[in-house]
């Protein structure tokens, strides 16, 4: 059964940071390409950030570029988002997932995850 469980969400004031943990069971996690996305009220999900199965290709979303990390440690099948000058705009449920392929480029299109976590919700106070 696959797993993935998220972590570090908070509240935090604008200009601060926050760092997300997605724990990995249950799948090949240092063969999966790994993803962050968020929803904030009222809004479709929506791509933040993506890694591939080795780490060597990131993507981001322009809105968070240069602001947000996202890493992997494959040896504790662990997905990270280090998230910095966080905005009011970046209040969202942030869900992780894993696409069981190994792309080149991580994917960015919701479809072809296959599997979610449940969130966790990150509020950011101006």
């Known amino acids: 059964q696959v797993q993935l469980v998220e972590s570090g969400g908070g509240l935090v004031q604008a200009g601060g940071s926050l760092r997300l943990s997605c724990a990995a069971s249950?799948?090949?996690?240092?063969?999966?390409?790994m993803g962050w996305f968020r929803q904030a009220p009222g809004k479709e999900r929506e791509f933040v950030a993506g890694?591939?199965?080795?780490?060597?290709?990131?993507y981001y979303a322009d809105s968070v570029k240069g602001r947000f990390t996202i890493s992997r440690d494959n040896t504790k099948n662990t997905l990270y988002l280090q998230m910095n000058s966080l905005k009011p705009e970046d209040t969202a449920v942030y869900y992780c997932?894993?696409?069981?392929?190994?792309?080149?480029?991580?994917?960015?299109?919701?479809?072809?995850?296959?599997?979610w976590g449940q969130g966790t919700q990150v509020t950011v106070s101006s």
């Open positions: 997932a894993a696409d069981r392929r190994m792309y080149s480029d991580p994917p960015t299109r919701q479809y072809l995850y296959d599997y």
């Open positions: 249950g799948l090949s996690f240092r063969s999966s390409a």
């Open positions: 890694v591939n199965w080795n780490g060597g290709s990131t």
